[in-house]
Structure formats: C-alpha cells, structure tokens
C-alpha cells in the first residue's frame, strides 16, 4: 500500500457502460490511487463492477499517445501540436464551401456530450455538412428510431429504480450480467425478492437460469416471437383494450397481423416451443407492473427498428407503458454517453434535441444562433460513409474516439474504405487499428481527464470531472476541435463545456433547464427537462406520449427473414457480445489488470458440437464466415444452443468482425452483428 496521503478527491461518472454509476476518485501525484463508487442517489447506490473500479490504469499506460501524429512517406511521425492543426486546417478547407458532403465525422460516447456538440456543430457550422453520426450506428440507433416512431421520444421511458416498483421483468436481448453489471446485479436482487422473470436470449445467461421462462428464439426470429406472444395477449383477453383504443393508433390492423402468428407458427419460425410462449405470455400479460428491459439482441439485426417496435407493442399490450401504466421500456445503452451523443445531435438527420434536420423551423433556429446556414440535407450514416470512401465521394473522415476498424462489421470492408479514403482523421488515446491506417492522429484525453457531462441509459444528465490532468502533449476533443476550426477561421463559440451545454440548452428545448451549475448543486437530471425550475422527466408518458397527437402508434410490420441464413457450407450461427471483464474493443481494459480476469477472446461451444469435431477447452479453432476468417480458442459450455457460437469483441487481434457480415438494419443502417453464418475446424 502506498502510504503518501491522497491529494484530491473527484466525484465523477464512469465513462464505460451506459449504467453511468458515480464514482468518486482519490489521486495523489497526478495518479489514481483509487476508485470508490458512491450512493448519491445514482443507479449504483454505491456500488460498481470491475471495469469503473479497477480499470483505470489504462490513464497512465506507456502506450498512452501523448504527441500528435501525421503520415509522413507511408509512416505515422510525430509532428507538433501547431504544424499538426495547421495540416488538417488546410487540407479540411479545401472541402469546405465547394464540396462540403465529402467530408464525415464520427463522434462517440468517448466524447462527452459538451464535445459531441461541439463535433456536430463543427460538422454543420465549419463544414456545411450534416455528414455527421456516432456510434449509436452501430448498436441502438434502432432503438432511437423505433421507440421515437410509436412513443415520440427515442429514450427509454423510466429511471431505473422503477425496477422495485415492477412485480414481472421481461428482459431481451441482454446480459446485463456482463454488460452492465450493477444493472445486472440489482435485477438478481429483484428476482430475489419476488418479481417473476422472462429471459428471451437465444444464450443461457445468468439471469436466464433464474428465469421463470427461458424463451431460446433462433437468431433474427426475434420479431416473429414478439408477435407470438402479443398474439396470446389479444386472444386471451390480457391486452387492456380500452387503454389501446384511448391511447394508441393501429389496434385493428395490428390484430389483423397477429392473427398471423398464433404459438405454433411463431414457435415453427422462432424454434420456441408453443407451451413456453404460451407460459411467458400469460405471465407478462397478468401482471400488475411489467417492466421490459432490452439489449443489443434485439438491434443489432437486419430487422432491428421492426423488432424494437415489435417489443413497443407488447409494452403497450401489456399495460407497461403509458398514463396509467406501472412499468416501462427501457434499453440497456451499451456505453456511457451513447444516449448522450444522440441526444447532442451528432446524427445525420438530427440537430441537438432531436430537432429534425428536415425541419425548416429547426435549422433556421441554428442557422441564426450560429450565424451561418445549415445544410437541409439529411447526412451520410457511418455504413454510408464507408460506401462513399470506397466510391470515391468521400474525401476526409474525422473519427473521434470510435475506432471504426476493430468496431465495424465486415471488416475488411471498413479497411477499404480506410484505404481508399484520401484524409482519414482520428481522435485516441492508443494507436488503435483505425489510428494505424489514419493520415493525422490527435492524441486526446480519457474520461478521467475530463470535465463536462455524460447522459446514461435511463436519460440521466451526469456530471464527468478531471480527476486527474492529462498526460503532457494530450489535449481534450474539446480542445482540438476549436483549434482545427480557429485555424480554418471559424470560431465556433461556447469556449468551455459549460457554456457548450448552456448553448445546447438554449438551442434544445428538451434540455432547456439543464446546466453545469444546476447539476453541481442538485446533482442528475433526466431530460426532457424543459426550464430551469423543471425538476427533469425520471417517468416519461405519464399523461400523454410525446407524439403530435398523443397518441402511441402501434406497428404493423411482419416478421422477415434474417440477413444471413445457415446451409451445409455455414452450418453454424455465430453470435457476438461482451463479456464482463472488458469493455468494447478493449482499449483501455486490456492496458489494466482486467487483462489478467480474461486474457484472451473465446469461442464459447456446445459440448456435443465440440466432440463432433474433436475439440476440447482451449483448442483453437477456425471459423470461416461468407465475409472472413478467424481462429479463437475454444471454450466448452451449456451457455450456447447445439449449432449457435458465442464470442465477444474485445480483442481486435483476435478478428471477430472479420467474419461479421455488411448486412444492416432497413430503417437505420445499423450491422447485424447477432447473427453471422459461420462453418469451424480444428485449426
Ligand atoms: Fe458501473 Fe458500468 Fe462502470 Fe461497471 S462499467 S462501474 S456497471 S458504469
């Protein structure tokens, strides 16, 4: 133990999960000496999980970059903070004014939101593009279109301690277990103390195995159980019918579909045996407060928005959303400050406040407040970026802090577009593999280094501080994105994070009463939170939904296929996720002691497949999909159905998304990385 006394102590907000648990920090000598969580009145209750306590010696790597990088004669050398700014000025200008669409920027959840309005202003204001998204793209943005489309806002709908008010959880798609593990850890609780629990994961996960029902869908079915059981609801009588024909559009034709999908054909599309539909149905529809809970499982697929509207229609159907209702719907937000990049508009169709682009009122409320014209273009998504690099029509990406290569299905593809792409822009603390293949590399500072806020998964505005200074040479994004627009001669206003959120707030009515000082003072704020007496929005739909017309809208879409399908060439499916130890590509979890709870990625097999193939725990083993190739050492499990794979993502080295296929959700573009048709072999 060190004995020199502690130096500072910071409340902050872990930037990893989308649980956002607060933390408070001790340093001593600009190092962390410890990470405590807190009960200030958070989702953790002071608790966390071993990524926000223990991951933090990633700060303080000796592979942290702490100089800017610019290609020089096919290699990345260091270059000054000044000659460096200068370079992407420069060369960023010649887009501007006479092709502003060849030039994209991807922001994130690494960027606090003060930064993704910054980037999105950036893009609009500096460049006169709307070619702006994040990483949403790629794991919920079928959550904010879907729930926007039937509720009228794209978040979920309660504060996560409506959890003990609930008596019956239906939780899809989601190990919150390893995902989000104080999320995870207070539903075990819930079940313990007596709400009953559906699981729908085609996976045997923790919860699962506590389950009252256990559904096991066949990947990409998802949209064909949800009608099952809503089929069940409305035949026996368990939909609440005088709140659909007071509060929603589109029962009739609704029932005219379900009557599509009793048990039995659902059961022959999903694999779910028609009893257990049956069972889970009965239960959710007769209880008094049922809350759904949902992850990735339900997104990340070719039907993605179909399948969160699929799942809005059983909330509704079963009374949990909605005036009157004791429940709610709520996504499981992968990363911290996913919600909160969306909701500062760094998205293609969508100014800060989910104001649309295509609304002449909206832009020309920006175009006044920032002095220029916005473009009313709707932008390119980041799938959509990749196709324009490869076709020559994009000229300049700025990716911050999303490393798009380890992170983008079909790799191969994304590399490509890296390629063929003549400025390629990138934001990290590590060289990452997008850094590798980028043109000028900014080297930024990490979550712990930063002051400004964060939105979690239950819409909650947290505050993020410095709990220790950056190393020296590293700046914030913050910093560097006003630099690169001073030298282009544009001043993009707001000089500090607060005053970035007080222009937000002033621009987006959905945030309108929310500010640095008033979180300071009160601490977290849900949004909408409408003026500065507004005590925030924990509930949302009490009354009416935000729809025009108050109204719900329930969704008419049939089940579809999948994107990829098995055959005797790719007999098996593979599907991908996270693990509990790390966190996305791993960057910063595998530069900690976490390296040494999960050392390498796995391939989690059924027993049965296993032998068929000779295979024992730790042999490595060769997948090959219709898109690449990867070899993972086996791991033998009852997690996984015989001929369904799992794997996580958290080591880039390994190419899990080297198999993944370029197939996406129709209605937002994001990849349908649960489902990749894959044959194996002994390597
Ligand atoms: Fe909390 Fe998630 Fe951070 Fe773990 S990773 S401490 S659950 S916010």
Avoid at 7 to 15: F, I, S
Avoid at 582 to 602: I, K
Avoid at 615 to 642: M, W
Wanted: proline share 7%.
């Amino acid at each position: 133990l060190d004995p020199r006394p502690i130096e500072r102590r910071t409340l902050t907000t872990c930037g990893f999960c989308g649980v956002g648990c607060s933390l408070e920090v001790a340093a001593r000598d600009n190092g962390i000496a410890t990470v405590r969580p807190v009960d200030d009145g958070g989702v953790n209750r002071g608790h966390a999980c071993v990524k926000g306590r223990f991951s933090h010696g990633f700060v303080t790597s000796p592979e942290r970059l702490t100089a800017p990088l610019v290609r020089r004669g096919g290699s990345l050398e260091p270059a000054s903070w000044e000659e460096t700014i200068g370079f992407v000025a420069g060369r960023l200008a010649e887009h501007r004014g006479t092709e502003p669409d060849s030039f994209a920027l991807i922001s994130s959840a690494r960027a606090t939101n003060e930064e993704n309005y910054l980037a999105q202003k950036f893009a609009r204001a500096v460049m006169g593009t709307n070619n702006v998204d994040n990483c949403a793209r790629v794991c919920h943005a079928p959550s904010a279109a879907g729930l926007a489309a039937t509720f009228g806002l794209g978040g979920g709908t309660n504060p996560f301690d409506d959890l003990d008010r609930c008596d019956t959880v239906l939780l899809v798609g989601a190990n919150p277990t390893h995902a989000h593990p104080v999320v995870g850890s207070r539903l075990f609780q819930r079940v313990v103390d007596g709400a009953r629990l559906v699981v729908v994961d085609p996976r045997r996960t923790l919860l699962a195995r506590h389950a009252d029902v256990h559904l096991r869908p066949r990947p990409g079915t998802n949209v064909a159980l949800f009608h099952g059981l809503a089929h069940v609801l409305v035949r026996d009588g368990l939909a609440d019918t005088g709140f659909l024909e007071t509060h929603t559009t589109g029962f009739d034709d609704l029932q005219e579909l379900l009557r599509d999908y009793p048990p039995e054909r659902a059961s022959a599309i999903t694999g779910v045996p028609a009893r257990d539909l049956e069972s889970a149905a009965r239960l959710y529809g007769n209880s008094r407060a049922p809350m759904i809970f949902y992850g990735l499982g339900v997104t990340e697929h070719r039907h993605g928005t179909d399948g969160v509207r699929a799942l809005a229609n059983l909330a509704l159907l079963g009374g949990a959303v909605g005036p009157g209702s004791g429940g709610g719907i709520n996504p499981l937000r992968g990363q911290n400050n996913v919600q909160g990049a969306c909701d500062m508009g760094a998205m293609p169709d969508a100014l800060p406040g989910y104001q649309k682009v295509l609304d002449d009122g909206a832009r020309a409320r920006f175009s006044e407040a920032w002095g220029t014209g916005i473009s009313p273009r709707p932008g390119l998504r980041i799938p959509q970026m990749f196709d324009a690099a490869r076709s020559g029509t994009l000229k300049a990406l700025w990716a911050i802090g999303e490393d798009v290569l380890a992170t983008g299905a079909d790799s191969s593809s994304v590399e490509a577009a890296l390629e063929a792409c003549p400025l390629v822009i990138c934001n990290d603390l590590f060289l990452s593999a997008t850094a590798r293949m980028a043109d000028v590399v900014f080297p930024v500072a990490a979550w712990l280094e930063k002051d400004g806020t964060f939105v979690n998964f239950d819409r909650r505005f947290q505050r993020v501080r410095p709990a220790v200074r950056p190393p020296a040479g590293v700046r914030t994004d913050f910093e560097v994105l006003h630099a690169v627009a001073a030298a282009m001669g544009a001043d993009l206003g707001c000089p500090t994070p607060e005053a970035a959120l007080a222009e937000c707030a002033e621009l987006a009515p959905l945030f309108a009463g929310i500010s640095h000082q008033r979180l300071d003072q009160a601490g977290a704020l849900h949004w909408p939170c409408t003026s500065a007496e507004s005590p925030g929005t924990p509930r949302l739909y009490r009354e009416r939904f935000a729809t025009p017309d108050g109204l719900a809208h329930l969704a008419v879409r049939p089940y579809l296929p999948p994107g990829e399908e098995t055959d005797g060439d790719f007999p098996f499916l593979l599907i991908t996720g996270r693990r509990g130890e790390h966190y996305n590509t791993g960057s910063m979890t595998r530069r900690t002691g976490n390296l040494a709870l999960l050392p390498q990625e796995t391939l989690d097999i059924d027993a049965a497949d296993a032998a068929s193939f000779g295979l024992r725990n730790g042999d490595p083993v060769q997948l090959t999909s219709r898109h690449g190739r990867a070899v993972l050492p086996a791991r033998i499990t009852d997690d996984v159905e015989p001929g369904q794979l799992f794997a996580g993502f958290h080591f880039p080295g390994a190419g899990v998304n080297n198999l993944t296929s370029a197939v996406v959700d129709e209605a937002t573009g994001c990849p349908e990385y649960k489902l990749t048709a894959v044959r194996i072999r002994p390597a």
